[in-house]
Nanobody
Framework: QVQLQESGPGLVKPSQTLSLTCAVS??????????WTWVRQPPGKGRQWMGA???????YYSPFLKSRISISRDTSKNQFTLQLSSVTPEDTAVYYC?????????????????WGQGIQVTVSS
C-alpha cells in the first residue's frame, strides 16, 4: 500500500523559504516509474501543479515558479522535498505531495493515483 505524508512548518514569513518534505512508504521513489509531485491549492482556487521529480532524479517545474522552486530527494529515507523561495502571502495554500503518471499542467486529476493528506501553509508576518 502506497502512502505519502507531508511535513513541515505551517507558518512561513514573507521573503523566507518554504520547505516541505514528503515521506513515501510502500514503494521506492528510485525505482517506481511515477512522477513524485508537489501540488498546491490556494484558498478558493483549484489545485495547481508545481513540479515533480522522477525515479531517475530528473526534475520538472512549473514555468510560473521556475525561478523559485526546487525539488530534491533523500533516497536513503525514501522522501522528497519541496523548497519555494521568496514566498509571499500569495503562496498561502494547502500543499500536497502525490504520485502521478504524467506531468500535465493544468493538473489532470486522472494522472494521479496516490495523494498525501495535505498540509496548510500560511505566509504571514
Amino acid at each position: 500500500q502506497v502512502q505519502l505524508q507531508e511535513s513541515g512548518p505551517g507558518l512561513v514569513k514573507p521573503s523566507q523559504t518554504l520547505s516541505l518534505t514528503c515521506a513515501v512508504s510502500g514503494v521506492s521513489i528510485t525505482t517506481d516509474s511515477g512522477y513524485w509531485t508537489w501540488v498546491r491549492q490556494p484558498p478558493g482556487k483549484g489545485r495547481q501543479w508545481m513540479g515533480a521529480i522522477a525515479y531517475s532524479g530528473s526534475t520538472y517545474y512549473s514555468p510560473f515558479l521556475k525561478s523559485r522552486i526546487s525539488i530534491s530527494r533523500d533516497t536513503s529515507k525514501n522522501q522528497f522535498t519541496l523548497q519555494l523561495s521568496s514566498v509571499t502571502p500569495e503562496d498561502t495554500a494547502v500543499y500536497y505531495c502525490a504520485r502521478a503518471i504524467g506531468l500535465s499542467s493544468p493538473l489532470n486529476a486522472d494522472e494521479y493515483d496516490y495523494w498525501g493528506q495535505g498540509i496548510q501553509v500560511t505566509v504571514s508576518s
